[in-house]
């Protein structure tokens, strides 16, 4: 079965800071890959996927992932953070044709004025 | 276009009491799945109802029960209720069961504390 890693509970970073956020998966064949957000009292809110093709993904509120096949990973990145952005962020792997996706336990995300 | 919503917004039961929690899925989508989001943990799939059906199941016991309406509204009913039940209730919608390509839209969940 598949499942996700995100290694770092929480990460601080200071406003206009670069940001990457860890996942490592494990499934056999090639995974559907996306990363979540989640703010809080709200519900989760996709930033972007992997399914295919170009292994750079480009996401919402300028936010991008790479998958990296070798490594088993799909991290998150971000040039620069606003405040705005401090959140729980939840990778997670789904299935070609299976409806059990996966979550990672999450990283809080605080940012520093 | 709606998106989204679940009710309520918080419940707080005994153990040993049952529990229905409602999700009304977004416009035009004919699937529901749900979620359980303990604290400090991603979310967990429970289940999926596609067009009325039940259509795959995570690893929860039976007394996790669900409906689909034909308006594709859905309800998880909990019975027998365990303190290890308290969580956050995420339902999703998405259009076209069966397969994580299809994108999910998830509502602002039911937080669910068993006593």
């Known amino acids: 079965a598949q499942s996700v890693t995100q290694p770092d509970i929480h990460i601080t970073v200071s406003e206009g800071a670069s940001l990457e956020l860890r996942c490592n998966y494990s499934?056999?064949?090639?995974?559907?890959l996306f990363w979540y957000v989640q703010s809080p009292g709200q519900g989760l809110q996709l930033l972007l996927k992997y399914f295919s093709g170009d292994t750079l993904v480009q996401g919402i509120k300028g936010f991008e992932a790479e998958f990296k096949r070798s490594q088993s990973s799909f991290n998150l990145r971000k040039p620069s953070v606003h405040w705005s952005d401090a959140a729980e962020y939840f990778c997670a792997v789904g299935r070609v044709n299976n409806n059990d996706m996966r979550f990672g336990a999450g990283t809080r995300l605080t940012v520093k004025p | 276009e709606t998106g989204v919503t679940q009710s309520p917004t918080h419940l707080i039961k005994t153990r040993g009491q049952q529990v229905t929690l409602r999700c009304s899925s977004q416009s035009g989508h004919n699937t529901v799945s749900w979620y359980q989001q303990a604290l400090g943990q991603g979310p967990q799939f429970i289940f999926q109802?596609?067009?009325?059906?039940?259509?795959g199941r995570g690893n929860f016991p039976p007394r996790f029960s669900g409906l689909q309406f034909p308006n594709y509204s859905s309800e998880l009913n909990v019975n027998a209720l365990e303190l290890d039940d308290s969580a956050l209730y995420l339902c999703?919608?998405?259009?076209?069961?069966?397969?994580?390509?299809?994108?999910?839209?998830f509502g602002p969940g039911t937080r669910l504390t068993v006593l």
């Open positions: 109802y596609y067009r009325e059906e039940e259509n």
């Open positions: 999703a919608s998405s259009l076209g069961g069966g397969s994580s390509y299809n994108e999910q839209f």
């Open positions: 499934y056999g064949a090639t995974p559907y």
